[in-house]
């Protein structure tokens, strides 16, 4: 586990906001590896690149990704719909919708030959989970943690794979992206935590494996606790996220929840 603050947390948290995908879940796993070629060619068009723009594009767009990691995938596509019409190299410009339905055709091709595999008994559902999810989620639900989730993945999908994976009943509210919208559900959780449930800042922590949650703590004084995950071992931490995570500023960092003693105690909870 790392650590990059020294301070101990006095006031005990009363409300957890968690990241979904890649922080809990790993049904997506992989999701990179979807987003990236789908941008390369909807940038590159039928131009044959040379080898130095395909180089100089794929930083590019693996840079993007990167930074954006946590924020609503509509836009992404946006960012996308903005590059392909900068570039100039494909006359088809789709708008930022199109793009978000042909990514989420190919992203859910994987995500539901997963699930097919759950429901036919091939995988269990701690298979897709971060280690120690399950035994952190109920010693929270022991100590009346009051745990949200909100994701940037579609509303509905994001309900289901918390029901196939068995934890949609440890949380209050799961938020996902509204269908058709382009709203920051984060964004939105957080402010109802503190201005319609009357939680204090001080009381309220979220757990993210991007930067943009870990924003969001830091600007709602919230405390930020990151999850450095490394999504095919589901334990371990993925040097790609400690420091992504170190830049955005959370106060603690870890690569999955077994160590559930030092977590309570970032918590300020009781580890007894």
């Known amino acids: 586990m790392e650590?990059?603050?020294g301070t101990t947390l006095k006031t005990p948290v009363k409300a957890i906001l968690f990241d979904f995908d890649g922080t809990l879940s790993t049904l997506r796993a992989g999701w990179e590896e979807t987003m990236a070629p789908m941008m390369k060619e909807a940038i590159a068009g039928s131009r044959q690149l040379t080898q130095e723009e395909s180089e100089a594009l794929d930083r590019e767009i693996a840079d993007y990704i990167d930074q954006s990691t946590g924020i609503q995938t509509i836009f992404q596509m946006r960012w996308l719909a903005d590059q392909v019409a900068k570039k100039g190299w494909n006359e088809q410009v789709l708008g930022e919708w199109e793009y978000k339905a042909e990514y989420n055709r190919r992203l859910l091709e994987t995500v539901r030959r997963r699930i097919a595999d759950l429901e036919a008994g091939k995988l269990r559902a701690s298979d897709y989970l971060m280690k120690g999810s399950e035994a952190f989620l109920e010693l929270l639900h022991a100590r009346g943690i009051e745990m949200f989730v909100a994701s940037g993945t579609d509303h509905p999908d994001v309900v289901n794979e918390a029901k196939?994976?068995?934890?949609?009943a440890y949380f209050k509210e799961i938020a996902g992206a509204p269908v058709g919208r382009a709203d920051c559900s984060k964004e939105k959780v957080m402010r109802d935590l503190l201005e319609q449930k009357g939680f204090r800042s001080d009381e309220l922590a979220i757990i993210g494996d991007g930067k943009v949650e870990i924003r969001i703590a830091r600007e709602n004084g919230a405390l930020a606790l990151g999850l450095a995950s490394d999504e095919?071992?589901?334990?371990g931490i993925n040097p790609v996220k400690l420091e992504?995570?170190?830049t955005a500023g959370a106060n603690r960092i870890a690569g999955d929840f077994t160590n559930t003693a030092e977590w309570l105690e970032w918590l300020g909870?009781?580890?007894k």
């Open 232 to 235: 095919n071992e589901r334990e």
């Open 269 to 271: 909870l009781d580890s």
């Open 3 to 5: 650590s990059s603050s």
């Open 164 to 168: 196939v994976l068995g934890v949609h």
């Open 244 to 246: 992504r995570l170190k």
